[in-house]
């Protein structure tokens, strides 16, 4: 008597059991896919979406099709390159998933700070036939993000500190470097920390990061060109 295959949980597919392949479950996540609420679509080899469920469409397609399209027309990342690359090595079977901070692109024009997943589907054939994406919203980071993309609150100097200030440099080497006085770099950083919501600059550095201010995966640190004035 053959034995049902279990539905799998969120976490299994973030994390199969033992290395075990996501792509083993890929006739048990339809449930899941359906009922969660956590934003999951398909994508093709391509990564355009075949199908996306209810929450997906809510928080991403808003009134426009969603099917056909290309995954990246709904996220904004720091290096498209690099997490296409990614994506490559996933569909070869040389990584078991994908788990990147991305910037979702909601229906209303607002960024949304999220992590993204995705596993491998193959459909009981050894080539992958499809990716599971799953998306989780940084409900926390959520209005800086927001706020910061409508607003484009940073400068080019701001930008320039901000990105000293991750590099771990000074207040006297960032006001040498950018023939500013000391009183000036501090009031810049104190500037970010308060349109950032944090408390001090290591706060302030986590916080760019976590909003996407801060590319992320890229050194020396870049604010992203959306955010800049």
């Known amino acids: ?14 994390y199969p059991a033992g290395g075990t392949p996501a792509h083993r479950h890929a006739d048990a996540y339809r449930s899941l896919f359906e009922r969660s609420g956590i934003c999951m679509a398909s994508v093709d080899l391509a990564l355009r979406v075949q199908e996306a469920n ?31 690359r990614q994506f490559i090595r996933l569909m070869e079977g040389r990584n078991e998933r994908i788990t990147e901070r991305v910037l979702g692109l909601r229906s209303e024009e607002c960024l949304m700070p999220a ?14 036939s499809s990716i599971l994406i799953m998306l989780q919203w ?5 209005d800086t993000a927001t706020r910061s993309a409508r607003h484009k609150v940073l400068t080019d100097l701001d930008a320039r500190i901000l990105q000293g200030v991750a590099m771990g440099m000074s207040t006297v080497n960032l006001a040498a470097k950018l023939y500013l006085s000391r009183q000036g770099v501090e009031y810049h950083v104190a500037t970010m920390m308060k349109k950032l919501k944090a408390p001090n ?5 986590s916080r760019a990061y976590a909003t996407g201010v801060l590319s992320a995966g890229m050194w020396p640190p870049v604010v992203a060109q959306e955010f800049i004035k």
């Open 115 to 128: 992590q993204l997943t995705a596993v491998s589907i193959r459909d009981r054939s050894p080539l992958v």
């Open 1 to 14: 008597m053959t034995q049902a295959l279990a539905e799998p949980t969120y976490q299994e597919l973030r």
């Open 54 to 84: 209810e929450p997906f469409r809510r928080d991403l397609g808003g009134a426009k099709e969603i099917v056909g399209r290309d995954l990246f027309d709904f996220l904004r990342v720091s290096t498209q390159a690099t997490l296409r």
């Open 201 to 205: 600059r290591a706060a302030l550095v």
């Open 138 to 142: 940084d409900e926390t980071a959520a």
